[in-house]
């Protein structure tokens, strides 16, 4: 059995402070992963099994803790997604058409876009 290392008095330190913080779901996985390293009680197959996690989850996230610590490894690096092209009140009545019915093909749904005065797209974008 391989063990993990240790991660240090000062990064336990860190993991329990921010433990004791409300945090996100996402959030509290990542602590409890590190956490549970931090412990030195658990082999990497067990942290996965409890956590919900793969493998290479485990890694990352050690590593990830040991080169930043606790505030590296909560940040997220995601930024959202895209804003959608049709927006505001022309999404929604784009909306209650499709659920109506009103558009028979994908070009159809494309067309009325475009007159809308929104961007074009492709026939597989609508």
């Known amino acids: 059995m391989r063990t993990l290392p240790k991660l240090g008095e000062e990064i336990v330190e860190q993991i329990d402070a921010a433990w004791k913080l409300p945090q996100p779901d996402w959030a509290r996985k990542r602590l409890l992963v590190v956490r549970m390293i931090a412990q030195h009680e658990h082999t990497v197959a067990e ?5 919900g996690v793969c493998r290479q989850t485990v890694f990352t996230y050690r590593d990830k803790v040991m080169s930043e610590g606790v505030e590296g490894l909560l940040k997220r690096d995601w930024n959202g997604a895209r804003k959608p092209a049709v927006r505001g009140t022309v999404a929604e ?11 028979r093909q994908a070009r159809d749904a494309q067309s009325w876009i475009k007159k809308r ?6 026939v597989g974008g609508a």
């Not at 942290?47 to 956590?51: G, N, T």
């Not at 009545?93 to 558009?103: D, Q, S, T, Y």
């Open 47 to 51: 942290i996965m099994k409890v956590v």
């Open 93 to 103: 009545e784009f909306l209650e058409r499709l659920g109506e019915g009103k558009f």
């Open 117 to 122: 005065g929104s961007s074009s797209f492709s």
